[in-house]
T-cell receptor, first 114, second 116 residues
Framework: AQSVTQLGSHVSVSEGALVLLRCNYS??????LFWYVQYPNQGLQLLLK??????LVKGINGFEAEFKKSETSFHLTKPSAHMSDAAEYFC????????????FGKGTKLSVKP | SAVISQKPSRDICQRGTSLTIQCQVD?????MFWYRQQPGQSLTLIAT?????????ESGFVIDKFPISRPNLTFSTLTVSNMSPEDSSIYLC?????????????FGPGTRLLVL
């Protein structure tokens, strides 16, 4: 079965430091890839997505992610963390088509220390 | 994207009762979905809400427990029936649109349910 693995359920960085949240998927077929962010007491917001165009994808709030087929990875990065980035981040994959075939990772909670 | 609203935003309910959650989207969409996010967990798809026909449920979810309505292309409801404390979760609806060459799901703000 297809799966998504997010390494590290909790990541803590200092304000201004690099943010790196890891996501690996299991598939021999390149999927569509998504990162969603969930701020405390809110729903999910789409951060960015990869849809087989450019491998480096830029999203909102200064985040970006790079699709690396050879590593089956789609890690999320931000050069300089801000306090407002503290949230839970979910990686998800789909393989095209509809019917809600989004497969979510377990999420990574990002803490930002002053 | 789409603007999605859910009612209620949160509720505290007694076991054995039922709660109906509403999801409204600001444009017509073909695909609407209902997810559950249990405490500390990721999202699990409950069902696909089909307009004009019965919802399609994922393994482990049944219509008697989670009846769903989809009367038109902008609205859906999910009922959590005969609730128990194990039903305490965040319930999210999502809609799917074609965006940037891929089907993309956008989520509502969620309904936080606590069952006592």
């Amino acid at each position: 079965a297809q799966s998504v693995t997010q390494l590290g359920s909790h990541v803590s960085v200092s304000e201004g430091a690099l943010v790196l949240l890891r996501c690996n998927y299991s598939s021999s077929v390149p999927p569509y890839l998504f990162w969603y962010v969930q701020y405390p007491n809110q729903g999910l917001q789409l951060l960015l997505k990869y849809t087989s165009a450019a491998t480096l994808v830029k999203g909102i709030n200064g985040f970006e992610a790079e699709f690396k087929k050879s590593e089956t990875s789609f890690h999320l990065t931000k050069p300089s963390a801000h306090m407002s980035d503290a949230a839970e981040y979910f990686c998800a994959v789909s393989y095209g088509g509809s019917q809600g075939n989004l497969i979510f990772g377990k999420g990574t909670k990002l803490s930002v220390k002053p | 994207s789409a603007v999605i609203s859910q009612k209620p935003s949160r509720d505290i309910c007694q076991r054995g009762t039922s709660l109906t959650i509403q999801c409204q989207v600001d444009s017509q969409v073909t695909m609407m979905f209902w997810y559950r996010q249990q405490p500390g967990q990721s999202l699990t798809l409950i069902a696909t809400a089909n307009q004009g026909s019965e919802a399609t449920y994922e393994s482990g979810f049944v219509i008697d427990k989670f009846p769903i309505s989809r009367p038109n292309l902008t609205f859906s409801t999910l009922t959590v029936s005969n609730m128990s404390p194990e039903d305490s979760s965040i319930y999210l609806c999502s809609v799917e649109t074609l965006s940037g060459g891929a089907e993309t799901q956008y989520f509502g703000p969620g309904t936080r349910l606590l069952v006592l």
